[in-house]
């Protein structure tokens, strides 16, 4: 089964999909360059990893403590709270699940990417369990604004994914990997998502260079926010 799905998604994303609801700028040819070198690298060292990888298998005592024990400072938290904050006040869908495949779109001169996800579960909104996705290019990057960095696509991660009206990711990279119980964003170009394949993590905070949640937290969070939706709707 898991051969013939693999088979399904390699073979859809071999043609550009026609997304009328995309939007976005477009990318400079360098910049597209480098995102497109970079997701080649992450890809080529996530081979042979499992798609519920996990931080156990990859990563000694010392940078497990770094990634996972060092608390946000002041200012990375008052980010965190923002966004969250913005994607629950956005967010048609909220979901977790596992992409299968993504390629361009025919429209925004190709920039713009579709991605199909297989859906573990919806955390808000209901959908098919394979679903796809508009990526929207949100440009430009605008430097040490981590809301304006380009997604990273990688086939068989698990991931969260918050979605506005038309099935359209919010700000083009509200995209998560999903590991140790925590997910996880790049906030600059150049980085991996995934911080294991990033460096050796023996000191620094983490949090200067992801966007981390708990989540447990999170999913906590989304319940709470879901269940103050559905009264603010029924009294509208």
Known sequence: MQILMALIAFIWAQEPEDTPEST???MAPTEELEDANQTTKESQSN????????????????????LLETPPTEEHQKLLDTLL?????????????TLMASKPTKSNNRYDKVMRVEVERWLRGKGDKISEFVVPYNAPYIPNDPT?????LIDSYRIL???????????????????NG??????????????IYDRKWKQGNPHDDYIKYSIADLEDRVRRDNEGLFFRNLFR
């Open 85 to 97: 904050l913005t994607y629950l006040k956005s967010s048609e869908k909220i979901l977790i699940g």
């Open 182 to 195: 925590y997910a996880w964003r790049n906030k600059y170009p150049g980085l991996f998502l995934n911080p």
């Open 24 to 26: 976005g700028e477009v």
């Open 47 to 66: 081979a042979n990893e499992p798609a519920n990888f996990d931080f156990e298998l990859s990563l000694g005592e010392e940078q497990k403590r770094v």
């Open 148 to 152: 304006t960095v380009p997604p990273i």
């Open 161 to 179: 994914i918050f979605v506005g009206p038309h099935k359209t990711v919010l700000d083009g990279n509200a995209i998560f990997v999903l590991a």
